[in-house]
């Protein structure tokens, strides 16, 4: 079982920015990977995808623009780029290697990002 690590989260105002890190315990070189969220009450939501290759990223309408997915070459660290940021982007935000379409591992703790003045 692959363990994944979420960080980088935190309190922002509207228009400002954050980067999130995951770190899987081992590496995921290969295989597609994305990045969820969580809002409360809701379903976990898939903002953002990377192919196994880092040749193709994938973004949700409200993402797309604002967001940037990214992967190192050990395939053991995925990162999230994500500026102007809205109150609309407030949620718990997790990592995830995807297959068939579905997140594969359980969810790690997650990283909490809050936007609000």
């Known amino acids: 079982q692959v363990q994944l690590v979420e960080s980088g989260g935190g309190l922002v105002q509207p228009g400002g920015s954050l980067k999130l890190s995951c770190a899987a315990s081992q590496s995921l070189r290969w295989f597609a990977m994305g990045w969820y969220r969580q809002a409360p009450g809701k379903q976990h939501e898939l903002v953002a995808s990377i192919s196994g290759t880092a040749d193709f990223t994938k973004y949700t309408d409200s993402a797309q623009g604002r967001f940037t997915i990214s992967r190192n070459n050990a395939g053991n660290t995925l990162f999230l780029q994500m500026n102007s940021l809205k109150p609309e982007d407030t949620a718990v935000y997790y990592c995830?290697?995807?297959?068939?379409?579905?997140?594969?591992?359980?969810w790690g703790q997650g990283t909490q990002v809050t936007v609000s003045s």
């Open positions: 995830n290697q995807i297959v068939g379409g579905a997140p594969y591992y359980t």
